[in-house]
Nanobody, 121 residues
Framework: RMQLTESGGGSVQAGGSLTLSCAAS?????MAWFRQVPGKEREGVAA????????WYADSVKGRFAISQESAKNTMYLHMSSLKPEDTAIYYC?????????????????WGQGTRVTVSS
């Protein structure tokens, strides 16, 4: 069974930067980051298709976050800059192994345990 190993996250002041990484133990079709705050639904942040490198971003992070990958390492990165307090959440890495809609959490079969990002004002 595939496993996802997340790293990064932490606390930063508004305007700062953080990078999250997620390593998959097997091949994927796409990998994504979702985030969730208590009482709210999990929302998509960004995603990338492994072979094509095409990506998707939520409107709320466009221009501030950048997703990248090292295909040989099955590793995905989320470079977050100009962070805002509203970016505070638990960030989850997810992977799908077959054709999937990048923004649909129900299309992802494997999830990481989550890493906390806290942005203070």
């Amino acid at each position: 069974r595939m496993q996802l190993t997340e790293s990064g996250g932490g606390s930063v002041q508004a305007g700062g930067s953080l990078t999250l990484s997620c390593a998959a133990s097997g091949d994927t079709y796409a990998m994504a980051w979702f985030r969730q705050v208590p009482g709210k639904e999990r929302e998509g942040v960004a995603a990338i298709r492994r072979l094509h490198g095409s990506s998707w971003y939520a409107d709320s992070v466009k221009g501030r976050f950048a997703i990248s990958q090292e295909s040989a390492k099955n590793t995905m990165y989320l470079h977050m800059s100009s962070l805002k307090p509203e970016d505070t959440a638990i960030y989850y890495c997810a992977a799908c192994t077959a054709l999937c809609a990048l923004a649909r959490p129900d299309h992802y079969s494997t999830w990481g345990q989550g890493t906390r990002v806290t942005v203070s004002s």
